[in-house]
């Protein structure tokens, strides 16, 4: 097994004046080509965890290594081999999203992206020669998505990547990312979209007080918090009805048999809990 590329023991994080640890004996790590989603409820320590990954909060207890290296004995060379992408977008606002990458791209030492690739990547070669103050929000997160590919990182950081998308570009961006994982990269996500977590991500930690409650993968959770059965949806009297019924009830239940036979049943499906009810069970029980 290859050494992680983000190995978190212990971290812990006191704000000053606070009652309570903002991050309190955190452990997880995140392996080489995972994308790894750090889920959790507003003031969980989400954000407090992942600016201490992107060393811009420097004060804290614990062991962190990122990439090999314990985290503490990274200079500047830590941000020739990251990229970060904050829901927040960064850009020059008077400069087109050609110039935008570009100047970005002049920052690095090694070998960057081409811009006019990126920005066909994320749908924005149309507007390559746009000025960015112009852009709507989805616009601006697709471009902050691809400045903080411009670098080719090794780890990338985002928050919210997905934020202000209709569901054709959502998807698309999500392939955007995957394509980054498959390449060998490794992704850290953080996000309240449940359906970006379950469709991208190989794990999601759920993350509530300062703590982690669980880690494991999208189909791991929701086998788990699920309910075995089916859902069976049909017409009677000219309204629709839904039924819910144990596995071992499907053959021995003569009114399904007899809808099955009439051709009344619409949908029949396997119940499962979706990642958005496992998050309220696993923050409910936590807190």
Not at 12 to 19: F, K, L, Q, S, T
Not at 97 to 104: D, T, V, Y
Request: hydrophobic share 40%; charged share 25%; glycine share 10%.
């Amino acid at each position: 097994m290859t050494d992680p590329v983000i190995a978190v023991q212990d971290l812990r994080v006191h704000y000053a004046g606070a009652a309570a640890p903002a991050v309190d004996a955190m452990s997880f790590t995140v392996g080489r080509g995972e994308i790894f989603g750090f889920l959790g409820p507003s003031g969980a320590g989400k954000t407090t965890t992942q600016r201490v990954l992107t060393r811009l909060l420097r004060r804290y207890e614990g062991a962190v290594s990122v990439l090999g290296r314990p985290l503490k004995d990274w200079g500047g060379g830590y941000f020739e081999r990251v990229g970060v992408g904050f829901e927040l977008p960064a850009e020059f606002t008077r400069l087109t999203a050609r110039e935008n990458l570009a100047a970005f791209a002049s920052l690095y030492r090694g070998p960057v992206a081409d811009p006019d690739e990126l920005l066909r990547a994320v749908d924005l070669g149309h507007a390559a020669d746009q000025r960015v103050g112009t852009f709507s929000k989805g616009m601006r997160m697709r471009l902050n998505l691809a400045r903080a590919m411009v670098n080719r990182p090794e780890l990338l950081f985002l928050d919210e990547p997905t934020s202000g998308q209709d569901p054709v570009r959502a998807a698309m961006l999500r392939g955007v990312i995957r394509g980054v994982a498959d390449n060998g990269g490794t992704v850290f996500l953080t996000t309240h979209d449940m359906a970006t977590a379950d469709l991208l991500c190989d794990r999601v930690a759920f993350v509530t007080g300062g703590r982690i409650a669980a880690v494991d993968t999208p189909r791991g959770f929701k086998l788990r918090h699920g309910r075995s059965g089916v859902v069976v949806e049909y017409r009677s009297d000219g309204r629709r009805v839904r039924r819910e019924l144990r596995i071992g009830a499907l053959a021995d239940d003569p009114e399904l048999t007899r809808l099955l036979r009439a051709g009344a049943v619409e949908t029949l499906h396997t119940r499962e809990a979706s990642l958005d009810d496992v998050f309220a069970t696993v923050t409910r029980e936590t807190l």
